[in-house]
């Protein structure tokens, strides 16, 4: 699978950022190719560059995991979610898991 793909994509979220909307896409995770180890790739559009990102895992289900931990502090760590418009069900909270290095930027919706 070539680098820039995002192959087969699994899974998709909506979020709301302010007049637009930004897209989060993960494609199926996939052998590495040089050992037993998984990548699994991810997209935002709406937000930076669009361009696919992956992350890796010991196995399919970890890189799926880190994948979405990834996507999460890209999309906290933005200018939309810093202005507090980019949302998801009204909320905040992204309803993604975190990395530790950005949990506190996750908003506490009930403040």
């Known amino acids: ?8 994509v699994i899974a998709r979220r909506m979020f709301d950022c302010g007049e637009s ?15 037993p180890d998984f990548w699994c790739p ?8 669009g ?17 979405m931990k990834l996507a999460a502090a890209d999309l906290y760590c933005s200018d939309a979610a ?4 980019l949302n998801w069900l009204g909320q905040g909270n992204l309803g993604l898991p975190v990395p ?7 908003p506490k919706d009930d403040e």
């Open 21 to 35: 909307n930004v897209l989060l896409e993960i494609g199926a995770p996939y052998p590495m190719e040089d050992g």
């Open 42 to 49: 991810y997209r935002i559009n709406g937000l930076g560059s």
């Open 100 to 106: 530790e290095t950005v949990a506190d930027l996750v």
């Open 82 to 85: 810093r202005e507090k418009v």
């Open 1 to 8: 699978m070539s680098q820039h793909d995002l192959g087969t």
């Open 51 to 67: 361009q696919v990102q992956k992350a890796g895992g010991v196995d399919s289900m970890q890189a799926l995991y880190e994948a």
